[in-house]
């Protein structure tokens, strides 16, 4: 009697950390092509020309090489903002006409679609990020100056993607 106790605990332990490992750790493909695209498609990324001194000027100065990655790093915001928008849009579309057609809505179906593709979103974007990230501290480095400049924006977009989450869960309530 206590074997078979202890048997059925440890599969019913296995069995909890398969769905657990399901629900929270694995990335699902949301088989929506629409929403794949926006969670997957790779940014394209401008990155200034190379900061080396111009012919008869010198080295640009710190505050040039940093404004000349702002355009960069704008841009890739400016993308990314839209596309987090873009699904958002899609997952309320999705669950309103899921409500008015009548049709059974699975709560844990638009978490595991929804916030897969929120978090393939989110390392497409950081992957562009570090893009730009590494070639503005290369810059500066190659011209002797400190990289605080460049950690101060990385610091700007792990704030910024805070607030992309905020809202977007705040958004998520006011649907349902």
Avoid at 80 to 99: D, F, G, T
Wanted: hydrophobic fraction near 30%; charge should be negative.
């Amino acid at each position: 009697m206590k074997k078979l106790a202890l048997f059925l605990v440890v599969v019913l332990f296995i069995a909890a950390g398969y769905v657990g490992y399901l629900f929270f750790f694995k990335s699902y493909d949301t088989a929506d092509q629409e929403v794949d695209q926006l969670a997957d498609e790779q940014y394209e990324i401008s990155l200034p020309e190379s900061s080396g001194p111009e012919e008869g000027k010198g080295a640009p100065t710190q505050d040039q090489i940093v404004e000349s990655y702002q355009s960069s790093y704008q841009s890739l915001m400016a993308n990314a903002e839209e596309r987090v928008n873009q699904l958002a849009s899609q997952a309320q579309n999705e669950y309103m006409s899921k409500l008015q057609n009548g049709e059974d809505v699975s709560y844990s179906y638009f978490y595991n679609k929804y916030n897969s593709a929120a978090d393939r979103l989110e390392e497409t974007t950081d992957q562009a990020f570090e893009t730009i990230y590494k070639d503005m501290n290369q810059s500066l480095e190659t011209h002797d100056y400190a990289s605080a400049e460049a950690d101060q924006l990385q610091q700007d977009y792990e704030q910024t993607k805070k607030q992309w989450r905020n809202s977007l869960l705040q958004k998520v309530k006011e649907s349902l």
